[in-house]
């Protein structure tokens, strides 16, 4: 039968690390430090097995489970010297969660349990210590009342019945902290706890040990689905089907009177890495005080508690006299502390964050875990235990999550600075931003120009908005997903954004918007976090990003272990010089319809729109022409020496006219002509889904001239930099190919256009043609397009879209139900779909493969800044994957993380 229940304590443990996933990373790491010769409270840990077992059993404890425990327990009672339940001598427990993974704070515990009005005398007789016992069984009472017996109010803005209680005791009393309560009045509270719970309840507080054990392991299980858990897992991508262990430790009490403590370390500081212990301390207090901030506590180390006076205005008397360290106040049991710390930190090679009891100044660990730190400590951390020689250079390359290394690129809000935030929605874009509120792209370049810091605020955003999202230092939306519009381009300016925020009432003709009953108008003041998706009233001071030389150095050994190379999507020569600082080898998308936006171009582009023959539209794309070609001149310079993948132009025709029709009339005037042609023109280009319409390399097919103009534009700009002596790489992609005949007809015709440039400008410039494979149909041809094609380019927004038949601008209305019920484990268009869209590329990779072996493949969708879709790339065997600038680090980094993890 499989084992359920592994004892530990007393010097040595039936577990060890190695066994996180079975016994939880409380249960393993208490085994380990047992093996370990380190002074643990003994106890024994329930597997997490059981708890799966016991949700598949309609939360019903398996048959045999109770022997097991109480085997377990009887190996606890000798190595403590006292018995669970016995009223002389008894033996007092904890219970505690303990998942695979660290998730503090988020599941139940329960102290001091095994005490009853017989079991309390007992207590007091081997203690000799009345308010000690009588302190420890209300606190017991307290805590099995909120959490087993289920009186812990929902809303945290709701009184506990209990703290209520107490506060009434203290003012009977005329006293103010909890440590003033008399032997009298700690009786009282258990009277008055006990009556509580039978009000409410309408059943007794049980008195009998065993009942309070089995209550608080059910309640500890049932807490694996509480609502901040679930939350926490969802948060972190963690799997639900782990489920919990329980821990059932030995008792040590920190609040036997000021001899004892309890406190809370760190082996380096966790905000800024520094190789400093770094801890709190409560004297005569017990665990929950020092987290709860029942009480202030003071510091571990006699420089901790000097810094902390400094900066709360104390002066060195004062500290000496009230705000001793642990250090200076239990010299022994702080010596204990500091070899012991250095021992874990040595044997788990990593920060450790650890919890102590003290008591009568006999030090007790009872918890050590990898301790969680900013995206700073953590690169600090890894460089500096490689040149302490605890760990090698892949170990702390490994150390450093990808994702958070968003915190160091992007502009952060001062932790210390007071935040309101009035509303959540989607973390589209990282990074921090204050300003104004414009509810137009106009308003808001205006508003820059001007020396303003701005914040666009749109219901959705379309191309049309991009000088006033140039121009904003963030950008919210009430519409759209992680890869809207707004997202998309906002990640590639490296823009704070937050989109989908579905509580806002935004009225443009007001220029306000409304949150609940609070109203903002243009030019009030809101503040972003992009990397939360809080919304914020007011200004919340920002502080701007600092990269370090160990920054640079984990970046330095990523890129020897990484295989994949690291491009960028960039439209402008400034996005690619960001990208090219941050490390980009390259552009793996350019689109070029973003710079028909810029200046006076869009009045060309849409004189071609409205153009009703050949010759008209010709007539203006000679306008656009020397637009394109300095547009690429710059981009191909700023790239100088790597490939640029320039996409020929994708949206429908309809995103570039005005549709209200005061802003047609307008057209209508600069174009010279009547409102009611242009209106006329705009109707005809709507379609009813203008996503699987009239774009891509259907528009370069219908107009020609548009594929030969854009062609011309590159060839043009890259001879003239040859001429220059750069090395301009350009390689053209044609967009949205369903057939192999639509990509052979765009490349005769891009071919043909470069052989036209050469002759003319007596020079050659080596480039390429491939294609995006960003249709399902075009995946399952991969072969056919391989024999015609020198490249392939995913584009994974469109791929998903097309495979999964959801549309990614409206997707956000379902798709987080869709993540609640476990119908999909993530947003398939932010984490790459593998079982479904990542079928489909396999497909492609062989396929193209198999015709053409050294067909260069890569990633050019948003999904080419993922850590588990840059992992998948890695495993189906691209070249290359292609990012926004800011996401280039963080690519580099997951890079080397797929390739370590998989060798």
């Not at 309840?201 to 309640?219: C, H, I, R, S």
């Amino acid at each position: 039968m499989t084992k359920r229940v592994y004892n530990f304590g007393g010097g040595s443990s039936e577990g060890s690390a190695q066994m996180k996933n079975l016994l939880g990373g409380k249960g393993a790491n208490l085994a380990e430090m047992s093996n370990l010769g380190v002074p643990v409270p003994a106890g024994f840990t329930i597997t997490t097995e059981v708890c799966t077992e016991y949700y598949k059993n309609k939360s019903k404890f398996p048959e045999g489970l109770e022997k097991d425990v109480n085997d377990a327990m009887k190996k606890v009672e000798a190595i403590m010297g006292a018995k669970f339940g016995d009223s002389q001598n008894p033996l007092l427990v904890s219970v505690r969660s303990g998942a695979r993974v660290s998730m503090p704070g988020m599941m139940d515990t329960v102290l001091n349990l095994g005490l009853n009005d017989e079991t309390v005398n007992g207590i007091i007789k081997k203690t000799n210590n009345e308010r000690f016992g009588w302190d420890s069984y209300r606190r017991f009472v307290q805590m099995y009342g909120d959490v087993v017996m289920g009186l812990k109010p929902e809303n945290k803005d709701d009184i506990d019945p209990f703290e209520e209680i107490m506060d009434k005791i203290k003012e009977e009393k005329h006293v103010k902290e909890d440590l003033e309560l008399t032997v009298e009045d700690l009786k009282e509270l258990v009277k008055r706890f006990k009556m509580e719970i039978k009000k409410r309840l309408g059943k007794d507080f049980p008195a009998d040990p065993g009942e309070q054990l089995w209550g608080a392991v059910g309640a500890v299980f049932g807490s694996w689905h509480n609502e901040r858990a679930d939350f926490y897992r969802k948060m972190h991508g963690f799997d639900d089907s782990w489920g919990t262990a329980v821990n059932i430790q030995a008792m040590v009490f920190g609040n036997m009177g000021t001899t004892c403590a309890t406190g809370v370390a760190f082996t380096r500081d966790p905000s800024t890495g520094e190789n400093a212990f770094y801890g709190e301390y409560l004297i005569n207090a017990q665990g929950e005080d020092v987290v709860a901030g029942i009480r202030t506590p003071q510091q571990v180390t006699v420089e901790g508690s000097k810094k902390w006076a400094v900066s709360n205005g104390i002066s060195e008397d004062d500290r000496k006299s009230k705000f001793y360290s642990l250090e200076e106040n239990m010299p022994g049991a702080y010596k204990d502390l500091q070899d012991i710390y250095l021992k874990l930190e040595k044997h788990y090679k990593e920060m450790q964050d650890i919890e102590f009891t003290i008591q009568d100044k006999k030090l007790w660990m009872l918890q050590t875990r990898t301790g969680k730190r900013t995206a700073a400590a953590a690169v600090r951390i890894a460089v500096d235990m490689v040149g302490e020689g605890l760990i090698d250079k892949k170990t702390a390359v490994l150390r450093v999550d990808p994702d958070s290394l968003e915190q160091l690129l992007h502009p952060t809000f001062d932790p210390g600075a007071k935040k309101e935030v009035i509303g959540k929605g989607l973390p589209a874009s990282p990074g921090a931003a204050t300003g104004k509120v414009v509810f137009n792209a106009d308003d808001a370049e205006a508003w820059a120009k001007k020396g303003e810091k701005v914040i666009l605020v749109r219901i959705e955003t379309s191309p049309e908005d991009l000088k006033g999202m140039s121009a904003a230092r963030g950008i919210l939306t009430q519409r759209g997903g992680m890869t809207s519009h707004a997202a998309v381009v906002a990640r590639g300016m490296g823009k704070c954004c937050v989109s989908g925020c579905g509580a806002l009432e935004i009225d443009y003709s007001k220029k306000q918007m409304k949150v609940g009953s609070l109203i903002i108008k243009q030019g009030d003041f809101i503040s972003l976090d992009g990397s939360t998706g809080q919304v914020m009233k007011g200004e919340v001071k920002t502080v701007d990003a600092k990269l370090s030389g160990n920054f640079l150095k984990i970046i330095e050994w990523a890129d020897e272990a990484r295989k994949l190379t690291i491009r960028t999507n960039a439209d402008t020569p400034n996005d690619a010089k960001i990208a090219r600082e941050f490390g980009a080898q390259g552009i793996g998308l350019c689109r070029t319809e973003h710079m028909f936006f810029e200046g006076d171009r869009i009045k060309a582009v849409r004189e071609m729109i409205l153009s009703n023959d050949k010759e008209g539209r010709q007539k203006a794309l000679t306008k656009i022409l020397p637009m394109q070609r300095d547009d690429f001149y710059g981009i191909l310079k700023a790239m100088e020496g790597f490939g640029v993948t320039i996409r020929l132009l994708d949206p429908p025709l309809h995103e570039f006219v005005p549709h209200e029709f005061e802003n047609q009339k307008q057209m209508a005037k600069e174009m010279g002509i009547s409102p009611e042609e242009v209106k006329t023109k705009v109707d005809s280009l709507h379609e009813f889904n203008p996503m699987l319409g009239h774009r891509g390399c259907r528009l370069g097919i219908t107009y020609p001239e548009i594929t030969e103009m854009q062609s011309r534009a590159i060839f043009e700009a890259a001879c003239r930099l040859k001429k220059e002596g750069v090395n301009a790489k350009p390689e053209v992609m044609v967009p949205l190919v369903g057939t192999i005949k639509e990509f052979t007809m765009q490349k005769e015709l891009i071919i043909s256009t470069a052989e036209t440039v050469f002759k003319e400008q007596g020079i050659k410039v080596d480039y390429l043609v491939g294609t995006m494979i960003e249709i399902p149909r075009a995946a399952l041809i991969a072969d056919e397009i391989a024999a015609e094609a020198e490249f392939f380019s995913f584009g994974t927004n469109d791929l998903t879209q097309m495979t999964f038949g959801y549309s990614r601008d409206d997707s956000g209305s379902f798709l987080p139900e869709y993540i609640d019920k476990k119908i999909l484990p993530a947003d398939p268009f932010r984490v790459l779909d593998r079982q479904g869209v990542g079928q489909l590329i396999k497909i492609a990779v062989e396929k193209g493969r198999g015709k053409k072996p050294n067909l260069k493949i890569g990633i050019c969708g948003e999904h080419g800044g993922d850590p588990s879709s840059i992992e998948f790339c890695h495993l189906s065997g691209f070249d290359y994957v292609s990012c926004s600038p800011f996401r280039v680090p963080v690519a580099r980094l997951a890079a080397a993380h797929a390739a370590l993890k998989n060798t």
